[in-house]
């Protein structure tokens, strides 16, 4: 199984803050990765696709990037709804695995 | 409009089978594939498996063969998780979701249902 390592599990930071969270594969994953939020109390909700495209009707300040074992996840400036847990989610092999996830809080 | 609706709740004792459904509308039912994801209380997501509504195939993940069938109706457009042998590790919130590209199996996940929690205990 392809493990997906998520950095950090948690952080705090101010509204208008850039926030950055990074996931690595334990293999080659190509960019068959995708990034999701999830609000407590709700189902995740897919923000990007195929590791850097924003999924339609989602703010153009959530970012993706990166190939191969390594991505990364932004947030170009923070806003209160975006108190979430984000997931990234591999498919480039089943099982589809995911990251443990970051909680982003605001300071 | 695009809609995964789930069935409710369930109570479940040690040893026993439970079976979730979750009701498609708003597309056509066997152009998507259907994935199982669970999360127990306070942590991650968990792949359990796949099913194709077309042809009704399958793929589960190894952790839970054997104890995991994926089912569907096309008359009903509904698609069907039955998980047996519970564990109190199995208790957990369990959801349904569509693959976003046609004929895809497995390329992100755009729609949801809201999930339905399975509680085991004696």
């Not at chain 2, 509504?53 to 069938?69: C, E, H, I, L, N």
Request: charged share 15%; aromatic share 12%; proline share 3%.
């Amino acid at each position: 199984d392809i493990q997906m390592t998520q950095s950090p599990s948690s952080l705090s930071a101010s509204v208008g803050d850039r926030v950055t969270i990074t996931c690595q594969a334990s293999q080659d994953i190509s960019n068959y990765l995708n990034w999701y939020q999830q609000i407590p109390g709700k189902a995740p909700k897919l923000l990007i696709y195929d590791a850097s495209n924003l999924e339609t009707g989602v703010p153009s300040r959530f970012f993706g990037s990166g190939s191969g074992t390594d991505f990364t996840f932004s947030i170009s400036s923070l806003q209160a709804e975006d108190i979430a847990t984000y997931y990234c989610q591999q498919y480039d092999n089943l099982p589809l695995t995911f990251g443990g996830g970051t909680r982003v809080e605001i300071k | 409009q695009v809609q995964l609706v789930q069935s409710g709740a369930e109570v479940k004792k040690p040893g026993a089978s439970v079976k979730v459904s979750c009701k498609t509308s708003g597309y056509t039912f066997t152009s998507y594939f259907i994935h199982w994801v669970r999360q127990a209380p306070g942590q991650g997501l968990e792949w359990i498996g796949v099913i194709n509504p077309s042809g009704a195939s399958t793929t589960y993940a190894q952790k839970f063969q054997g104890r995991v069938t994926m089912t569907r109706d096309t008359s009903t457009t509904t698609v069907y998780l039955e998980l047996s042998s519970l564990r109190s590790e199995d208790t957990a919130l369990y959801y349904c979701a569509r693959v976003r590209l046609e004929y895809s199996s497995s390329q992100g996940f755009d729609y949801w249902g809201r999930g339905t929690l399975v509680t085991v205990s004696s």
